[in-house]
């Protein structure tokens, strides 16, 4: 059986410590020479989704900064995008969506009555 290459996923924290200089631009190379070489850089939905909504509820005078943390965030090369946790719980685990939302509202309704 064949081993997978593994996969690299960085939080916000470590995309703002790159970007104000916390990470130096020389060691955040090496990282992105060894993601290439040893494994798979990928990224997030939630990751991304929270670089998004710091552009759309930052100020004007924060706005190139926050541009700038969603640029490092895709620049490495070759890089994937994880799929939202329910959209791969309903492709890869095979359970459908409706049965989960069932139970929440199941249990919800016993806790009310």
């Known amino acids: 059986m064949a ?23 020389a060691q955040w190379n090496e ?12 990224i997030s939905a939630f990751t991304l989704y929270e670089l998004i909504v710091g552009i759309a509820g930052g100020d004007d005078v924060h ?4 541009q700038a943390r969603l ?7 070759k890089r994937k995008y994880l799929p939202p946790a329910l959209d791969f719980m309903r492709s890869y685990v095979g359970l459908r969506i409706s049965a989960l939302q ?11 009555a």
């Open 102 to 112: 069932g139970r929440r509202l199941r249990r919800r309704k016993k806790r009310a």
């Open 71 to 77: 640029r490092v965030l895709c620049d490495p090369p």
């Open 31 to 42: 990282v992105r020479q060894y993601m290439s070489k040893h494994g798979r850089y990928v």
């Open 3 to 25: 081993l997978r290459r593994p996969k690299f996923v960085f939080d916000t924290q470590v995309i703002s410590r790159i970007c104000d200089g916390s990470i130096p631009p």
């Open 63 to 66: 706005f190139r900064d926050n």
